[in-house]
């Protein structure tokens, strides 16, 4: 079953938002990134637009990298379109009540 971005409000998503602060404490506090599904399990990181003064400074392939294993980690996300919380995949099966188009009863 391929892993989806999914928000409730908007549907399928291409990519959620998450804050930087979680890993880079201080230093990326209110800088977001973008995390898009790639293959099953793996996520391409970048950083939201709207920061390139800030992050242009910063050790970018450094983070960029934290932000990637971060985003593998994460169970809530925000979706860049209602910036409503998202359920990253892999975390919203578990006890899941709404899920109609989720059979996976496992
Ligand atoms: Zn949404």
């Known amino acids: 079953m391929a892993r989806k ?3 409730d409000d908007c549907g399928e998503i291409q990519h959620v938002l998450f804050d930087g602060y979680a890993f880079g404490d201080r230093m990326l506090e209110g800088v977001m990134f973008e995390a ?25 392939e450094y983070w ?5 294993t971060h985003a593998a980690e994460l169970d809530i996300a925000q979706c860049p379109k209602c910036n409503d919380d998202v359920v990253m995949p892999g975390f919203e099966s578990d006890d899941d009540e709404d899920g109609e188009d989720d059979d996976g009863k496992a």
């Open 64 to 68: 960029l990298s934290e932000a990637k």
């Open 5 to 7: 971005l999914k928000c």
């Open 36 to 60: 898009r599904l790639e293959g099953e399990d793996d996520f391409a990181v970048v950083f939201a637009p709207g920061n390139e003064h800030y992050t242009k400074k910063l050790n970018t």
